[in-house]
């Protein structure tokens, strides 16, 4: 059997164009599958990595997200005095009242978008502080100064330190960047809250971020949690900050998905068919050997074996080849809408271990469907018919 596989794996070598042709057919449609889902699994890790398990964010019941939320001030000041609350050093909480909504914002590049603005209190800085302050300084509350996701550097007119945001006739001076180490808020405008409610004329704030004092539960219900959603006074329903941003990640990151597949396959289509037809096409060129091996005693299902190793090889190595493409783009940042908030989310391209093994095993599949056929064909040849050319 190893002799077969051996001779198999060699016939490769001697049809080198055709087994290159086939090869880059099968790497073209692994390295497109792997580019859309490189895009899917960076915006899902924008915002999974987003925030701290040990947060609670407080919605209104009935709200899915934040921009639908609203918290008035006596259901905030009961929020931060809540039991389970974790305190400073100094003894104040660590909780603060945000609002969160869309700014149409001009984009550097022309045309314009909507980018998230965050109405937060300077005790976001110590609650959110996955968020790193890495230059510049936090806004003077008061005032129309804000602090920028390190994303949006670049990508909205004048968002640079020291410039300034300019929407409806306000401006809005840029003083600090925040980076979130990858995560949502590297796409969010911080500014203060009072500010915020005061220009856009807002009544009330959007939800409540709360630090708890101890951890939750690893399993089981979260006994604050509970406690949070049933009391009467609050009309509130919660998420750990971490849950909340993953499920903001769902729609888009499917849809995202489904498209990589839907390419990927029909591309995949014709590379099968491609490389089904270089395997025929070495099946006629190579009777005369298959019939010496079934005269020499090599079953046909040893055919079909040593053809579907043919084609298992071919997969491999365009699975391979695809995903040396599509590498370069790793990294690489870009952005879309969240179909969520509909407000612009930057992200980069995430090349991740579980994307090269999907692709990987994607193409290796295409090899044995494409196989298939050449390698019943050819375990069907009579040998005295093979053995006569």
């Known amino acids: 059997m190893i002799g077969i596989l051996r001779y198999h794996l060699m016939s490769l070598w001697v049809r080198r164009v055709g087994t290159s042709l086939s090869v880059f057919s099968i790497g073209m449609a692994v390295g497109i599958l792997v580019l859309v889902l490189s895009l899917a699994r960076g915006f899902e890790l924008s915002l999974v990595d987003t925030g701290r398990e040990d947060n609670i964010l407080v919605l209104r019941q009935g709200a899915s997200s934040e921009g639908e ?17 974790a305190v400073d050093a100094s003894g104040d909480p660590l909780a603060s009242a945000e609002i969160y909504a869309a700014m149409n914002l001009n984009k550097a590049d022309g045309g314009t978008a909507n980018f998230p603005l965050r109405g937060v209190m300077p005790a976001t800085f110590r609650v959110r502080d996955t968020a790193k302050l890495v230059a510049g300084r936090e806004f003077t509350p008061g005032t129309n100064e804000v602090v920028v996701g390190k994303a949006l550097l670049g990508r909205l007119a004048g968002c640079s330190l020291g410039g300034a945001l300019d929407t409806g006739g306000v401006m809005w001076p840029v003083v600090g960047v925040i980076d979130g180490g990858g995560a949502a808020f590297d796409s969010e405008i911080w500014c203060d809250v009072e500010v915020f409610m005061q220009v856009f004329k807002r009544q009330v704030y959007g939800n409540v971020i709360l630090r708890r004092a101890t951890p939750a539960p690893a399993e089981g219900p979260d006994p604050l949690r509970e406690m949070l959603e049933n009391d009467l006074r609050l009309d509130a329903k919660t998420f750990t900050e971490r849950g909340y941003f993953r499920e903001q990640s769902g729609p888009l990151g499917t849809a995202l998905k489904f498209v990589a597949v839907f390419i990927a396959g029909i591309m995949a289509i014709g590379a099968a068919f491609g490389t089904a037809v270089t395997l025929l096409a070495s099946l006629a060129e190579r009777r005369r050997e298959i019939g010496t091996l079934l005269a020499l005693g090599f079953r046909p299902h040893h055919v079909v074996l040593g053809f579907l190793c043919e084609a298992t090889a071919l997969g491999l190595a365009g699975g391979i080849l695809g995903v040396l493409l599509a590498l370069p783009v790793n990294g690489v940042a870009t952005g879309t809408m969240n179909w969520k908030t509909f407000t612009e989310q930057a992200f980069a391209f995430r090349i991740t271990p579980d994307v090269v093994v999907l692709a990987v095993t994607f193409s ?16 069907r040849v009579p040998p005295s018919v093979a053995l006569r050319g």
Do not use: N
Request: hydrophobic share 40%.
């Open 364 to 379: 290796t599949f295409v090899g044995i469907v494409s196989g298939l056929l050449p390698a019943i064909r050819a375990s």
């Open 69 to 85: 939320s609203g918290v008035t001030r006596p259901k905030w000041r009961a929020l931060q005095t809540y039991p389970g609350v």
